[in-house]
């Protein structure tokens, strides 16, 4: 593969279920993000991590947990999903967290429906 | 607050010029970015400016005017193909994007 992917492409899930949303990226980039995407808003940040080991809370974090364990995948758990948390989830990788000219890159997205 | 504003939506004509702007807030500043997201896919960078002044590349432009707070896109000779959701982010003092709602872009014939 090349660049950065996720799964599942799409899913419906029942309120209170737990979902593991999945991310990798094979271009050695040091820093991934979690944004979620609804209409009518910008993208908004859930979680970071600046590197393997670390991250850090978004604009919205609440609800939403991540690790990274390797530089590659960067998972994003919602432990007992909401109906508000029904959105598109981005995941994004950069070659460094002190930003500069350093552009995301984004992979294609999981919509995710929560009944 | 940090705050992007961009208008939501702009319709313009096959080979024309459209400028597309957008205004941020920001607790310090480290660059303005333009992405395009055509829908239902991920959003792709266009181009980034941390400098004052326009930057060209090919049929985009950018500009910046860190004093005022502005920047814009601009797309000439139009084609079907730009017509997409045109996303504007300031990096903040903390070096993470704030993100503009996004401006959607209606090419007609």
């Known amino acids: 593969i090349a660049g950065i992917t996720q799964a599942p492409t799409s899913q419906i899930l029942a309120a209170g279920r737990r979902m593991t949303l999945r991310c990798t990226q094979d271009m050695r980039h040091n820093a991934m993000y979690w944004y979620r995407q609804d209409l009518g808003l910008g993208l908004r940040l859930i979680h970071y991590?600046?590197?393997?080991?670390?991250?850090g809370k978004g604009e919205v974090p609440d609800g939403y947990s991540v690790s990274r364990a390797n530089t590659d995948d960067f998972p994003l758990t919602l432990a007992s999903a909401v109906p508000s948390q029904t959105s598109v989830y981005f995941c994004?990788?950069?070659?460094?967290?002190?930003?500069?000219?350093?552009?995301?890159?984004f992979g294609p997205g999981t919509r995710l429906t929560v009944l | 607050g940090q705050n992007i504003d961009q208008p939501t939506e702009m319709t313009a004509t096959e080979g024309a010029i459209v400028q597309i702007n957008c205004t941020y807030q920001t607790s310090g500043f480290n660059g303005l970015f333009w992405y395009q997201q055509h829908a239902g896919e991920a959003p792709t960078f266009l181009s980034y400016n941390v400098l004052d002044g326009l930057e060209e590349k090919g049929r985009f432009s950018s500009f910046l005017s860190r004093s005022k707070g502005y920047s814009y896109l601009l797309l000439k000779e139009l084609q079907m193909k730009d017509s997409a959701s045109y996303l504007c982010a300031a990096l903040d003092s903390n070096y993470q994007l704030i993100w503009g709602a996004g401006t959607k872009l209606i090419i007609k014939p």
């Open positions: 991590s600046n590197t393997a080991g670390t991250t």
């Open positions: 994004a990788s950069s070659d460094s967290n002190s930003g500069g000219g350093n552009e995301q890159f």
